[in-house]
Nanobody, 123 residues
Framework: QVQLAESGGDSVQAGGALRLSCTAS????????MGWFRQGPGKEREGVAT???????RYADSMKGRFTVSRDVAKNTLYLQMNSLKPEDAALYYC?????????????????WGQGTQVTVSS
């Protein structure tokens, strides 16, 4: 049974930092591209960052220089370090897994999804 479990969401002030984690089980974590997505109230789900099987990464433009995605294959865990948080970063953050999708940030390309973890940023 495939499971993706996000954690680390919290309420922080603008300029603060958070590290999100996503623990995976039930599939070959090392063989999948792993992505972070977010969805704010009334907004569509958008890609935040992704990391491919070879360790290559890709970020949405608004996250470049502030967010860092990484993965620990030994722990089957995906991370998202978020620095210099802004109020517009507030959203429900999801992790997802996709096979043979490279560095896609399209939600439709991903096969498995977690339930999300809430990030709130106050100004």
């Amino acid at each position: 049974q495939v499971q993706l479990a996000e954690s680390g969401g919290d309420s922080v002030q603008a300029g603060g930092a958070l590290r999100l984690s996503c623990t995976a089980s039930g599939f070959s974590f090392e063989s999948y591209s792993m992505g972070w997505f977010r969805q704010g109230p009334g907004k569509e789900r958008e890609g935040v960052a992704t990391i491919a099987t070879g360790g290559y990464t890709r970020y949405a433009d608004s996250m470049k220089g502030r967010f860092t995605v990484s993965r620990d294959v030994a722990k089957n865990t995906l991370y998202l370090q978020m620095n210099s948080l802004k109020p517009e970063d507030a959203a429900l953050y999801y992790c997802a897994a996709g096979r043979y999708i490279g560095l896609s940030l399209r939600p439709g390309d991903y096969n498995y999804w977690g339930q999300g973890t809430q990030v709130t940023v106050s100004s």
